[in-house]
């Protein structure tokens, strides 16, 4: 119930603010538990010339209300997300100016704001527009319908076919128009899935031949919005580090748990040390006796070591920037960094130098954090080692963490969940930063 206050407050104050401000918006889906509770996050359009000031008073009416702007990113639409310093929470919003696909605008939102209706401390859509958005919305980039909006698309349409044929029609031509109008109607949802390929030739051909100059300068600035999420993404790579018995596995998945309103799940990844695309990872003695095995000679563990750099290096681009791209989180348990404490593990015997160079040429994590206990405590988890050993490894990586810049040491003897909650504290702690430091780039740059 704490969440419900602590969010419906904030949102029902920006909601307010925009009112009084004069900002023309209304919150398009999902608004049923607004705003007293919200899952995920608020989609809202707002008036194209009016984006910039509705922002900048979603920022500082978040402020006033204790929560933190961590994270932005410009996909289609301008995500901003936001956290409560004490309680962690977060709050997602997406501010639409326009609806489109890679650029192309799949639907024509020129009336919608005219059409709004209220709905108390908000407005919402026209239900005929609300139905036409939340058809096209996933639609137009997998081909799918979503199952829950299914019933309000059918009412939606029913409420006024003909407005909507015409409303469909300005991006596909009144006879497709009218096919997804009737098929929807009718309920015949695999029909209009079927027909997901004309539907973007459609919407391709039309804007091209209808609206090219438009239709090119909305596809450079789509280009210029990649290119500076390619740039600086907007996800995040962490690395955990810490002697067996720190609770690296149990910590990152909390921290997964802790950050979902600001990481999608559907878009994140969590590796034990390394990407792989040339080997499996297997189950072996070395999870439970890591130091049990023969170590290499010196021949065989170059080319083990340059098998598994390899990986290192083209996973960082197949499979890591990806994920930071699309404004995920990689969890990355030990990653290459373990090389510098504990080879014996991986049954190698590199010379140090060469692993501190090959390092320069992989994909560096944004955040470090350091799980650090006593060596006694340690133990009493885990007898993978000797306490020798452990005393030895927590001792290395407390010195290769205090190396390293973007490395935050964290008390692993406490419980779990504190240690789970330091950590998520010390990754939005870092977001702040970092949005702080690209928002000031860009208003100077």
């Known amino acids: 119930m704490a969440q419900a206050q602590n969010i ?35 989609d809202v359009l707002v008036d194209k010339a009016q984006l910039p000031r509705a922002e900048q008073l979603l920022i500082s009416t978040a402020a006033a209300h204790q929560f933190r702007l961590h994270n932005r990113a410009e996909y289609s639409t301008l995500a901003l997300y936001f956290s409560h310093p004490e309680d962690l929470k977060q709050i997602h919003f997406d501010l639409f100016s326009n609806l489109q696909w890679r650029g192309f605008e799949y639907l024509d939102t020129t009336d919608f ?67 997804l109008v009737t098929n929807a109607v009718g309920e015949c949802w695999r029909v209009i899935e079927g027909n997901f390929a004309a539907l973007r030739r459609a919407l391709l051909s039309r804007q091209f031949g209808f609206h090219s100059c438009k239709t090119l300068r909305s596809l450079t600035q789509n280009f210029v919005r990649v290119l500076k999420r390619f740039l600086h993404p907007p996800g995040v790579m962490v690395v955990l580090l810490g002697a067996d018995g720190s609770g690296k596995s149990t910590v990152g998945a909390a921290i997964l748990d802790n950050l979902q309103n600001t ?15 040339f080997s499996a990872a297997k189950e072996t003695s070395a999870h ?50 373990d090389l510098f404490v ?32 006593p ?20 001792l290395a990586y407390r010195t290769l963490a205090a190396s390293m810049e973007n490395s935050i040491l964290l008390d692993a003897a406490q419980p779990a969940e504190a240690v789970a909650h330091q950590a998520t504290k010390a990754i939005l702690e870092f977001l702040i930063k ?12």
């Open 8 to 42: 419906g407050t904030l949102v029902t104050a920006i909601f307010q603010t925009w009112k009084t401000a004069g900002i023309d918006f209304l919150v398009l889906r999902n608004y049923e538990t607004l705003p007293d509770f919200t899952t995920n996050d608020i």
């Open 113 to 179: 704001l005219a059409a709004k209706v209220n709905r108390g401390s908000f407005p919402i859509p026209s239900p005929m527009h609300e139905a036409a958005a939340n058809l096209l919305g996933l639609f137009i980039y997998t081909g799918r319908i979503k199952e829950r909006y299914k019933p309000s698309i059918c009412s939606g349409f029913r409420a006024d076919e003909e407005g909507a044929i015409r409303l469909l029609s300005n991006t596909y031509g009144p006879s497709l128009a009218r096919f």
């Open 263 to 277: 990481f999608s799940p559907l878009k994140n990844v969590y590796l034990h040390w390394k990407p792989r695309l």
């Open 288 to 337: 439970t006796n890591p130091h049990g095995q023969t170590t290499r000679g010196k021949i065989a563990s170059l080319a083990y070591f340059a098998f598994h750099w390899l990986e290192f290096f083209f996973g960082g681009w197949r499979q890591l920037r990806p994920v930071l791209f699309r404004g995920g989180i990689v969890l990355v348990d030990r990653y290459y960094l």
């Open 342 to 373: 504990d080879q014996k593990r991986y049954r190698l015997q590199v010379p140090q130098i060469m692993i501190r160079f090959a390092y320069v040429f992989l994909k560096k994590p944004d955040l470090i954090l350091m799980l650090d206990a």
């Open 375 to 394: 060596a006694e405590i340690l133990q009493a988890r885990k007898q993978e080692v000797s306490i020798q050993e452990t005393a030895r490894q927590q």
């Open 434 to 445: 970092r949005t702080q430091k690209r928002l000031a780039k860009d208003t100077h740059g």
